[in-house]
């Protein structure tokens, strides 16, 4: 161990905190490694005893953004942000004006809820399917839809771990830690005021990077239903009352037989639209109301309306989107050992080997026109449709398919979309336990994660994935510096000297140096460590003066989530760089505005919401 006089010792922790600094701001070294060495130098050099240095693994803190986490990614895997995302798609294609208040609204309400980084990973392609759509720049949108998903952190308590921090340090100097909603109220202001900035003045000022572009090489099911030349059309029916198919199974119907109908899926107006029956069954019963998935010859359209009374339906976006989920198709090749080969496709019984049905046999680049008899040969490509679980099934039927091509929609599927009522119920639980103070937080999340692998939002191993240890890592590692500013005097040091500075001017000069400090260091370093760094500071300094510590604890927490000026500071904005072809100043250009907003915003609402 270094053998350091103790008096030194808070120089010491200086000089820790300023080699962290710089190696966090050359972005050379891993942030999780330079938290690590941290711990380690506080260790060694006996400013702190081995437990305390690693108390910060145990903090509650760390453990709610762990578990905040996994929350997120139940409303991935859930569905809940991608359908956020298509929605915004359908209803904003008339206006550019409406399209760019959409995606902000929608990227910081989720992100208040969920990892920010995670809405903003999840929105990227949606942002650049959406722009190549409607013939918009993807650099004009990216960057303030994740604008507002750095605004989200100034909205809620679980929007970012700076936030549980701040509040972890109030209540651990005795004070009342901050509620769910406490800060909202200016919060919502901040997002108002970027909201107006991009759509009057930000847009001028945001790089026209070209149009976007497909960067995908995969072709959609329609391109693959084409290609196959399949005489059918893809449309929805619904079993009229006076229909003759009502308590008939699907093999009494003769629908194949004497229209040629095949049904994809269905679902039963009685069980609702969440429980589709993909790969149905022959002996399901048809009952009044149904709503068949079919494929059709077009020229029997109108007569299974007249003989049958199949009735053309159009379902709602979310029906919709439940069956993009669910239902899918894939082009395989027959491997040259495959058991299938000599047999017909009727032989084959595909239907019920695998849960899927053939739609198209190409042989030799041609397709053919009657493959439900022809014998298949090897390298036969078959296109087969059906749910994409059995899909997946298909691909580990590795002796007897090779997969040609897979649709882009693959890429799109929602693993858990039907738990997506669950998920929006877990999470309401999580927001209202914290709103009325049923439970300590961390409580409320832990029961929310339990609760979440319990009704299969997602699994035990999908939670562990969902963590990013890298960060939690980080913010353990960081917390130790603030007890050791507090028990070397650092502190105190830093508290006199702002107190000296500032003179015998009021706290609001106070807040002014707070706030600089902050964002300073949360532009160049990281929105968790200037919080780590500065709420200790910024309560000592409020005891000091004898006033309240909650406007200058505000005034921390906003400028930690002000990280606009530079494309390192967040990964919420680093995500966007590469898709977007943004350039260093641009974000200097944009985000200075923005960065004198939310400072003019502390300075006249902070001590209005929270007086001194």
Not at 141 to 150: D, F, I, N, V
Not at 364 to 374: E, G, I, T, V
Not at 382 to 394: C, E, F, M, N, R
């Amino acid at each position: 161990m270094l053998s350091i006089p103790h008096a030194w010792h808070a120089h010491y922790v200086f000089l820790v905190i300023g080699l962290a600094a710089l190696l966090m701001a050359s972005n050379r070294v891993r942030y999780d490694m330079i938290a690590i060495t941290v711990v380690l130098a506080l260790m060694l050099g006996g400013v702190l005893s081995v437990s305390e240095s690693l108390a910060g693994f145990g903090n509650p803190v760390v453990v709610l953004i762990g578990a905040l986490l996994i929350v997120g990614e139940m409303l991935d895997r859930t569905g809940v942000a991608r359908f956020v995302g298509d929605w915004i798609g359908r209803h904003s294609h008339s206006s550019t004006n409406k399209l760019l208040v959409m995606l902000m609204l929608a990227s910081a309400i989720l992100s208040a809820v969920m990892s920010s980084t995670a809405v903003v990973a999840i929105f990227i392609p949606i942002v650049m399917r959406i722009a190549k759509q409607t013939g918009n720049c993807a650099s004009q949108l990216l960057l303030p839809m994740s604008y507002a998903a750095l605004v989200s952190g100034m909205l809620t308590l679980i929007a970012t771990p700076p936030n549980l921090v701040i509040s972890g340090e109030l209540a651990a100097q005795g004070y009342e830690p901050l509620r769910f909603f406490t800060f909202t109220a200016p919060g919502l202001v901040v997002l108002g005021g970027l909201i107006l900035y991009m759509l009057f003045v930000g847009r001028k000022w945001l790089p026209n990077n070209g149009k976007a572009e497909h960067h995908s090489a995969q072709r959609s099911i329609k391109a693959l239903w084409d290609d196959y030349r399949v005489n059918r059309e893809l449309v929805y029916l619904r079993i009229d009352e006076a229909s003759l198919l009502h308590g008939k199974t699907i093999a009494q119907s003769g629908l194949y037989n004497h229209y040629g109908l095949r049904i994809l899926d269905l679902s039963q107006r009685v069980r609702g639209w969440r429980e589709l029956k993909a790969g149905v069954s022959p002996d399901i019963v048809l009952h009044t109301g149904d709503v068949l998935h079919v494929a059709i010859p077009p020229e029997q359209l109108e007569r299974v309306e007249q003989e049958v009374s199949l009735m053309p339906f159009h379902p709602s976006q979310l029906e919709t989107q439940y069956r993009s989920w669910e239902f899918g198709a894939e082009s395989v090749l027959i491997h040259p050992e495959s058991k299938l080969i000599g047999k017909s496709v009727r032989e084959a019984k595909f239907r019920d080997h695998y849960g899927l049905d053939v739609f198209g046999v190409r042989r030799n680049r041609q397709s053919l026109d009657d493959y439900q008899n022809q014998n298949l040969q090897a390298s036969d490509c078959l296109l087969v449709t059906g749910p994409w679980a059995k899909i997946l099934q298909l691909q580990q039927q590795n002796h007897d398919f090779v997969v040609l091509e897979t649709p882009a929609e693959a890429a799109d599927v929602v693993p858990a979309f039907r738990r997506m009522p669950v998920a929006l119920a877990i999470t309401t639980f999580m927001v209202l336990s914290s709103v009325f103070n049923w439970m300590p937080l961390v409580a409320a999340v832990l029961i929310s994660v339990i609760a979440a692998v319990i009704t299969r939002c997602l699994t035990a191993a999908d939670a562990y994935r969902a963590i990013h240890w890298q960060s939690l890592v980080l913010l353990a590692g960081m917390l130790p510096l603030a007890d050791a500013l507090q028990k070397t005097g650092g502190t105190d040091i830093i508290v006199g000297g702002m107190i000296g500075s500032a003179g015998d001017a009021s706290p609001q000069t106070l807040l002014v140096l707070l706030f600089g400090i902050t964002a300073l260091l949360t532009n160049i370093l990281s929105n968790t460590a200037s919080a780590v760094l500065m709420a200790p500071i910024a309560i000592s300094v409020a005891h000091q003066l004898g006033v309240s510590p909650y406007p200058l604890a505000m005034t921390v927490l906003f400028a930690a989530s002000a990280a606009f000026m530079t494309p390192i500071a967040s990964p919420i904005i680093t995500l966007i760089v590469e898709p977007g072809k943004y350039r260093f100043m641009d974000f200097i250009k944009l985000g200075s505005p923005m960065l004198i907003w939310v400072f003019a915003c502390c300075y006249f609402m902070i001590p209005y919401f929270f007086p001194w």
